[in-house]
């Protein structure tokens, strides 16, 4: 993110002025609309609020900008030619689309890492660079010809690439399927958007585990669907929960991530999936199964989905590359019946005409290769690594300050903080002490967890990491 150049001969206020009125001149900020406040404006820029104020003052004396008291500061309209009645209200487009924005908390982890890339990152959800498989990949672009056709391949994705999904799932998962029954997509979040928009309706009632990382995912709310939650404990959700939520709301559909799952670690019980899947069968409910952490399982035998138990077909089971490799491929997949994969590739269509052939090519090469298995068991053992490395600081700096289960697999650890302290206070604070994590309030749970993610940060930082949030939380405690 651009900041002023403080080696330079113009004052820091006047490159300020400068930047914003080419911002400004270019349509980022179009007449009639509110720019951001001083405080953040100095935040992001790195200054003190006297020298925003002095920018801003510098931008008003040349009639570019105006401000009113209790209203912010907007774009001038009649220095651009413009006036209201044929400047369109952008913010109001922006504020008044069905679809939802992320999460408060999501979006201020976003700016801080935004505009400090050196802060601690407890609260990203991908793999660092070290744990994927980068020598790997890179090798197999360079063994391999790229097909020469770049237009567009077959919305329900490429062949070779489902073909050799339908040999991994086998092997990996012990889900027999069939490439006609496969459909990729660009990762788990574009898969239960597909299921959300196309599948159900509004209105429409499901359940969902509570916490869960569906609620931090407005895209539910947003498709008008009705949300009620399945309690996680140690071992999963109560089945039995299920049927009583179809007899009171007549729940249309079922969103579970049972193997370690996300933000909790539990592990659901294979005495509740025998009963669930007989639940689901008696009453008719389609369960959504997400299952991306299965194979970072530490013991090195994964968890049974529950899709290889299914035999009445109740299961539509999503899978994805980002959390086993590489997250910047953009690949995932989901196991349907094929009226239904028909139907959401139809839609896929008419969103963006499939994904990009080559990093389908990759993927379906790498599955099938000699890296896939050493690669796993790499992964497993750089994050059991990491795990251990965040409880032993836990432990050292959080003693009678938090609970937790240790995990035998993902990338989460869930965290009960035993003080009541406000969320976003001990998120700002942190913040401030260079370390983001995600309150549990996001996944729909209760004030007072936390959710540290080991995936992201590097060994080095976690224990100082863990320091500084025990420093922030102590002083919020007296």
């Not at 407890?122 to 990949?137: K, N, Q, V, Y």
């Not at 029954?181 to 239960?192: D, V």
């Not at 590489?326 to 019946?337: C, N, T, Y």
């Not at 035993?418 to 401030?432: A, T, Y």
């Amino acid at each position: 993110m651009w900041k002023p150049d403080r080696k330079s001969n113009i004052a820091l206020y006047e490159q300020i002025a400068d930047h914003l009125e080419q911002r400004i001149s270019c349509g980022e900020f179009p007449p009639g609309s509110l720019l951001p406040s001083e405080r953040k404006l100095a935040e992001q820029f790195d200054v003190n609020r006297s020298t925003v104020i002095s920018a801003f003052a510098e931008l008003r004396s040349m009639g570019i900008i105006e401000s009113r008291t209790g209203s912010g500061t907007r774009v001038s309209t009649s220095k651009w030619g413009a006036t209201p009645k044929n400047t369109p209200n952008w913010s109001r487009f922006a504020e008044g689309s069905n679809f939802l924005p992320n999460p408060a908390f999501l979006r201020r982890i976003r700016e801080a890492l935004a505009q400090n890339p050196s802060l601690i990152d407890f609260a990203s959800g991908e793999l660092s660079a070290d744990l994927a498989p980068t020598d790997e990949i890179t090798a197999l672009m360079r063994e391999n010809a790229y097909t020469s056709y770049l237009g567009y391949d077959n919305p329900q994705g490429s062949m070779p690439l489902r073909e050799a999904l339908v040999e991994y799932l086998n092997t990996y998962r012990g889900i027999r399927t069939t490439a006609s029954s496969i459909l990729i997509t660009s990762g788990s979040q574009q898969s239960l958007f597909l299921i959300a928009q196309c599948i159900l309706s509004p209105g429409d009632a499901v359940a969902i585990e509570d916490p869960s990382y569906c609620y931090s995912l407005p895209m539910f709310q947003s498709a008008g669907l009705r949300l009620f939650r399945l309690p996680v404990d140690n071992h999963g959700v109560q089945p039995e929960d299920i049927r009583a939520l179809y007899k009171k709301h007549r729940i249309k559909m079922v969103f579970l991530n049972p193997n370690y799952q996300n933000p909790t670690g539990t592990l659901l019980s294979n005495e509740r999936r025998k009963q669930l899947l007989d639940i689901v069968s008696e009453l008719g409910i389609p369960v959504v199964e997400d299952d991306p952490f299965s194979l970072t399982s530490y013991e090195g035998v994964p968890p049974q989905p529950l899709k290889s138990m299914d035999t009445t077909g109740s299961v539509l089971y999503i899978g994805s590359f980002s959390k086993i490799a590489a997250s910047g491929l953009r690949i995932g997949w989901m196991v349907a019946p094929h009226a239904i994969v028909e139907r959401l590739a139809d839609a896929r269509q008419q969103m963006d005409f499939g994904l990009s052939i080559i990093p389908q090519q990759v993927v379906g090469q790498f599955f099938q290769s000699s890296y896939l298995g050493p690669h796993l068991e790499r992964l497993r053992i750089g994050l059991q690594f990491k795990r251990d490395l965040l409880i032993q600081s836990i432990e050292k700096e959080l003693s009678g300050l938090i609970e937790y289960v240790i995990p035998n697999g993902g990338l989460h650890l869930w965290c009960k903080l035993i003080p009541n302290i406000s969320d976003s206070k001990l998120l700002e604070e942190s913040i401030k002490k260079g370390i983001v994590f995600v309150p549990g309030s996001v996944y729909g749970s209760d004030l007072g967890y936390v959710r540290f993610t080991f995936a992201r940060t590097k060994p080095e930082e976690i224990a100082l990491g863990i320091s500084r949030f025990a420093l922030v939380l102590r002083q919020l405690i007296e």
